[in-house]
């Protein structure tokens, strides 16, 4: 007799009037099998919810890190306050840079389109996250304020980098859903918009990996004077302008998916006014819109 039949005894010696509930009737193989319609359910949702959940944890972890970071700083008493000043830059721009990693994904991976995660779906995420914990990490643990600084830029170069290509391999995915007609023909021309601001969003990565490069370069060999503090406010400001740049991206869904707008004025060429200037798309003009507009052209 296994214990939860001796349960049960107990219970109907101890009170008869007790219902005691079968637990065989909940373990019934026929109310456990899993057809092939649930599994292709979760298939659909399922790269979504991997990047959703994956980053969601991470910044989780990240922001713990980045108040155990601010306690320690706030308690510093040892640099002049214009080293205590930069410490606190390059907290910011260490915030900055999870935001813009974690407000990335959160913008467009509604749109991802139906496949098995692969390796790098989950490398990259994860890289990056490890990364953004250095970041806070280096600002308490470094030894000597010139080596904060170093380490810190060269991790700002890594995480950069991985950024990048971690843009590039969502767009991958968005650029293998049109090709393999995965998204209807108005929900194509939407898509290839986003990709718009995904490469945008790529260079900008580019630019930021560029001039930290160049700029710890130039700070450590002494090639050219410059303030303390002009490296990292450059590097924050560029981060914090990457949040800006979510912010555009946001707005254009909010238009897009909007109960108002039609996907026919998109292909049509129709401006999308934009907080910070237009974006047109006469480009995305869809196949079947360009086939109607021959025979009157042709007339």
Same mark, same amino acid.
């Given at each position: 007799?296994?214990?939860?039949?001796?349960? %049960?005894?107990?219970?109907?010696?101890?009170? #008869?009037?007790?219902?005691?509930?079968?637990?065989?009737?909940?373990?019934? #193989?026929?109310?456990?099998? +899993?057809?092939?319609?649930?599994?292709?359910? %979760?298939?659909?949702?399922?790269?979504?919810?991997?990047?959703?959940?994956?980053?969601?944890? +991470? @910044?989780?972890?990240?922001?713990?890190?980045?108040?155990?970071?601010?306690?320690?700083?706030?308690?510093?008493?040892?640099?002049?306050?214009?080293?205590?000043?930069?410490?606190?830059?390059?907290?910011?721009?260490?915030?900055? &840079?999870?935001? &813009?990693?974690?407000?990335?994904?959160?913008?467009?991976?509604?749109?991802?389109?139906?496949?098995?995660?692969?390796?790098?779906?989950?490398?990259?995420? /994860?890289?990056?996250?490890?990364?953004?914990?250095?970041?806070?990490?280096?600002?308490?643990?470094?030894?000597?304020?010139?080596? +904060? /600084?170093?380490?810190?830029?060269?991790?700002?170069?890594?995480?950069?980098?991985?950024?990048?290509?971690?843009?590039?391999?969502?767009?991958?995915?968005?650029? %293998?859903? =049109?090709?393999?007609? +995965?998204?209807?023909?108005?929900?194509?021309?939407? =898509?290839?918009?986003?990709?718009?601001?995904?490469?945008?969003?790529?260079?900008?990565?580019?630019?930021?990996?560029?001039?930290? @490069?160049?700029?710890?370069?130039?700070?450590?060999?002494?090639?050219?004077?410059?303030? =303390?503090? /002009?490296?990292?406010?450059?590097?924050? &400001?560029?981060?914090?302008?990457?949040?800006?740049?979510? !912010?555009?991206?946001?707005?254009?869904?909010?238009?897009?998916?909007?109960?108002?707008?039609?996907?026919?004025?998109?292909?049509?060429? !129709?401006? /999308?006014?934009?907080?910070?200037?237009?974006?047109?798309?006469?480009?995305?003009?869809?196949?079947?819109?360009?086939?109607?507009?021959?025979?009157?052209?042709?007339?």
């Amino acid at each position: 007799m296994n214990l939860g039949k001796l349960y %049960r005894t107990a219970l109907r010696v101890i009170n #008869p009037q007790v219902p005691v509930v079968d637990d065989n009737r909940f373990s019934h #193989p026929g109310d456990t099998k +899993i057809s092939v319609t649930e599994v292709k359910e %979760r298939y659909r949702t399922y790269l979504m919810t991997h990047y959703l959940g994956l980053h969601i944890t +991470i @910044v989780s972890v990240a922001l713990a890190v980045a108040g155990v970071a601010a306690a320690t700083l706030i308690g510093r008493h040892t640099g002049s306050p214009l080293e205590l000043a930069t410490l606190w830059i390059l907290w910011l721009g260490s915030v900055a &840079a999870m935001a &813009a990693a974690y407000g990335g994904p959160m913008v467009g991976v509604f749109a991802l389109p139906s496949y098995i995660p692969a390796v790098s779906d989950l490398v990259l995420p /994860l890289l990056i996250g490890i990364v953004e914990i250095l970041l806070f990490t280096v600002l308490v643990t470094g030894h000597g304020f010139a080596n +904060i /600084l170093d380490a810190w830029f060269i991790l700002t170069a890594v995480f950069a980098v991985l950024a990048g290509f971690g843009v590039l391999r969502g767009r991958s995915h968005y650029q %293998r859903g =049109i090709k393999n007609e +995965i998204y209807t023909i108005d929900l194509s021309e939407i =898509i290839s918009l986003y990709m718009q601001f995904l490469r945008r969003d790529v260079i900008g990565l580019a630019v930021l990996a560029t001039i930290v @490069v160049v700029g710890a370069v130039l700070r450590v060999t002494h090639a050219v004077a410059q303030p =303390i503090l /002009l490296l990292p406010s450059l590097v924050t &400001a560029m981060l914090l302008l990457g949040l800006l740049g979510h !912010q555009q991206t946001v707005r254009m869904w909010r238009l897009l998916l909007s109960e108002d707008s039609r996907p026919e004025e998109l292909a049509s060429g !129709q401006t /999308l006014e934009l907080a910070d200037g237009t974006v047109s798309s006469p480009s995305l003009q869809s196949p079947v819109a360009q086939s109607d507009q021959r025979p009157s052209e042709a007339g």
